[in-house]
């Protein structure tokens, strides 16, 4: 009985090794198929951008001020594009930074237990709202309250979708500045009360630049975010790519156009088929810039404790 008890106690380790030396492996599987998603996206997008040049002069892609794809006489000029797209998001952070930095300062030092348990919660369920039902609430109720207000405003425009896209991040600013605020030690919070310090100066002149990192970190990622977002602006920004700045006027943005080319707008193989993907890179470059500025901007005002 104690051969075979020692016998088992040996296999049990084999056993054991061997799970020890396959988990690494399965482990580094997952993470490499993660890597080659990334560059079977990129040489996607790469490639096939590459086809579109052979025909469009880059020259005028980037700056000519007319994008009209599907037109007789097709012209490729990304500069209405970007316009839509960053009017879009102009609209939306400046909504929504303002409400989501002060939001979270005041969860996270002015409101009792029992108020922030309710109203955290309550905040971050929006983030669970499918961008289609922000589309739709956007052309249906916001559209119509600012046309009321704005008798010259068109049924398109940039104003309504951008102050949505505002709410659908203003979770992500909320929680992540909530966040960083609430990561700063109390000994910081009280070495200040113990100078004379106001609650009110304790907040502004020492947490918040003590949260700084996360602060921005945070309005950078959210800002991303607005960048791609695709149903809101599809719904209710329009499909008129222009150079205007008007912002009372039918637009179109990146992802827009993207959503319109897919939809089955363009034939396979075509010109304009192959300036989805000369929009899409140029989408991908403007998220990863935001994302690398993200990722600077919390090493570079990371405080340590």
């Known amino acids: ?17 061997t799970l020890e030396k396959a988990v690494p492996i399965v482990l580094f599987s997952i993470t490499i198929v993660s890597v080659l998603t990334t560059i079977g996206i990129l040489y996607t997008l790469i490639s096939e951008t590459f086809h579109f040049l052979r025909e469009v002069s880059i020259v005028e892609f980037l700056t000519s001020k007319t994008w ?12 209405p594009l970007v316009l839509g797209t960053l009017k879009i998001v102009v609209i939306a952070t400046l909504f929504a930074v303002p409400t ?3 939001s979270a300062i005041y969860l996270s030092e002015y409101a009792p237990k029992s108020v922030r348990k309710v109203l955290k919660p309550t905040l971050e369920v929006l983030a669970g709202i499918p961008t289609v039902v922000y589309g739709a609430f956007a052309i249906t109720v916001v559209t ?14 940039a104003i309504s979708p951008g102050l949505v896209v505002g709410i659908m991040i203003l979770p992500m600013i909320t929680s992540l500045t909530d966040d960083a605020i609430t990561s700063v030690p109390d000994a910081v919070r009280e070495g200040s009360y113990g100078l004379g310090a106001t609650q009110l100066e304790t907040v502004f002149k020492v947490v918040l ?8 970190a945070s ?4 800002t991303s975010r607005a ?22 006027e039918s637009l179109q943005t990146m992802t827009g156009f993207i959503v319109q080319v897919t939809s089955g707008d363009a034939a396979f193989g075509s010109q304009v088929y192959y300036s989805l993907y000369a929009v899409g890179i140029t989408l991908f470059i403007f998220t990863l810039i ?8 919390a090493k570079r005002f990371r405080e340590e404790y």
């Open 144 to 157: 119509p309250m600012l046309q009321s207000i704005f008798s010259s405003m068109g049924h398109f425009n």
């Open 100 to 102: 989501g930095v002060f």
């Open 68 to 79: 009209n794809a599907f037109s007789s006489t097709p012209t490729f000029g990304i500069f």
């Open 209 to 216: 630049p003590a949260a700084l990192s996360g602060i921005l």
């Open 290 to 297: 935001m994302n690398v500025l993200a990722m600077w901007i």
């Open 1 to 17: 009985m104690k051969d075979l008890s020692i016998q088992q106690q040996i296999e049990r380790k084999k056993r054991s090794k």
């Open 219 to 222: 309005i950078v990622l959210a």
């Open 227 to 248: 960048i791609g977002e695709t149903m809101i602006v599809s719904i209710a920004a329009g499909s008129t790519p222009n150079s205007s700045f008007n912002l009372f």
